[in-house]
């Protein structure tokens, strides 16, 4: 499912209160509905649309950091969900009601309990898939190595999770003696000037050592020089 329908999904039940609560009007035919006053009045389903909408603010740019907190918080509503829907199935089966059949309090009370413990849950697979495709796309950007500053922005499943697919990609590789992570998109040229953003030293490179000198210039293979350029110690020149 597209993000924008999850994140459109997550909202549906946001401004449902428990406390609305349906019951039949037996002279009409239809359904009206009442409230409950004694009742502290919550919204389902905010935190969750709130997780959700975090999603449209990443890009492999600028990964946001994971709301360890606000996911936290989902799964303990979910869990308040689970336990309202367990009490109100249990009331009616112990005073011999029909679930299927009976469309009272606890019936309709039940029913949005349900409602909003699966939004619940579709939100939160989904905030953790997407932030897993991030990840994937990380490892082919910027290699096995991550910059700090990103690595903060994981958390610790996360992290293994991008340790674990690293390490798979690079036995694949080893395996066909192949970087797929270097020119995914076929480029013009298979030579590139770089300009040196640090003194580097020599440097092993087609089978010759180089020395690369800070804001020097060299004519190199794109192949040899797309790794250094994505540790950020080579830049692509052109002046």
């Known amino acids: 499912m597209p993000l924008e329908a999850v994140i459109t999904n997550c909202y549906i039940l946001v401004s449902v209160s428990p406390l609305d609560v349906l019951r039949t009007d037996h002279t009409f035919g239809k359904h009206t509905r009442t409230r409950t006053q004694t009742e502290e009045e919550r919204m389902f389903g905010r935190r969750a649309a709130q997780l959700c909408s975090e999603l ?83 490892r082919w950007q910027l290699g096995a190595v991550l910059p700090a500053d990103l690595q903060e922005k994981l958390n610790f499943s996360e992290k293994e999770f991008f340790k674990n697919y690293s390490d798979l990609l690079g036995s694949y590789m080893t395996s066909i003696d192949l970087d797929l992570t270097v020119d995914t998109t076929p480029p013009k040229d298979p030579y590139i000037q770089v300009r040196v953003m640090d003194d580097l030293g020599e440097v092993l490179l087609d089978d010759q050592s180089t020395t690369l000198l800070r804001n020097s210039i060299h004519l190199m293979k794109r192949t040899e020089a797309e790794s250094l350029i994505s540790q950020g110690l080579l830049e692509e020149f052109t002046g």
Do not use: P
Request: hydrophobic share 30%; with cysteine.
């Open 56 to 138: 449209a603010q990443n890009d492999d740019d600028r990964l946001r950091r994971f709301d360890n907190d606000l996911f936290d918080q989902v799964i303990e509503e979910a869990n308040e969900h689970y336990h309202q829907l367990e009490t109100r199935m249990v009331k009616m089966q112990q005073e011999g009601l029909d679930i299927e059949t009976t469309q009272n309090r606890d019936y309709f009370g039940a029913l949005i309990h349900h409602l909003s413990l699966v939004r619940n849950k579709r939100c939160l697979m989904s905030y953790v898939y997407n932030r897993s495709q991030s990840v994937q796309r990380l």
